[in-house]
């Protein structure tokens, strides 16, 4: 790809992919407008769309004034580029740009996603490592084992929603391990049981050499309801039948049936 030329094109008409557009800049945006030096750098594909590239801070320090106008860019022809190379190429302006955390999460998630969380081709493409990609999609405090776990069963929220709730700090070392075994895999609706657990008052010997295994007979959403059915006590219920007199009076007889 070479770059071809400098045009004045519309703001509207630069294509993106992502939806956070907070700037970061303390910049005023005529900054932005008040020059002829492009800070955007755009690419041209075959269907003559013009996107994002570079300078994804100017882009979005301009979107978010709703302005409608030309703007100075640089521009690249690649007729052939893709959607996932675009991508790449958006994420890897943002690792290099001074962007907020938010946009590079949210760039990091599409790739995650259109690679099948490969990490190794996101990296081999952007430029960034391993660690890079970790920072922004895992909670600091989760063990470096259970990461490439996490992203090869697919629980990606799940593991970072037990590293950042205050009252599963004691029970990590049962949690972590339980999303990952071969049968009844902890899942959200099982975590949201245990916390249930917690809140009456219970407790989970983490240390005990049987923690998994209690741990799995209490997230037994159906062992649970069985024992709770079984524990059920209704009220005696019987026909039960009279006769009312209103106010004692004797032409006021009520036939009653309970």
Known sequence: ?????????????????????????????????????????????????????????????????????????????????????????????????????????????LLLHETNNNIKSICEHTGCTKQDVYQLIFDSTIPEKYKDLALKHGCLHLINTIATIPKLHNYRSVLYPALFQEKNKLTMEKLKLFLTYLDAGYDLNVNSILALQNLNKIVDRDQALKYYWDNLEFPDTQILEGIFYYKGDKNSKINVRL
């Open 1 to 109: 790809m070479d770059i071809i030329k400098i045009e004045w094109v519309p703001l509207q008409k630069i294509k993106a992919r992502h939806k956070t557009t907070t700037p970061v800049s303390r910049y005023s945006y005529h900054k932005y407008t008040k020059t002829s030096m492009p800070y955007i750098h755009i690419i041209r594909n075959k269907q003559n769309d013009l996107l994002l590239s570079e300078g994804i801070e100017a882009y979005n320090k301009l979107k978010s004034k709703g302005l409608h106008f030309k703007i100075p860019v640089y521009v690249t022809n690649n007729p052939n580029i893709t959607q996932l190379q675009w991508t790449y190429r958006l994420f890897q302006s943002c690792m290099q740009e001074k962007v907020n955390f938010k946009l590079k999460y949210e760039y990091i998630k």
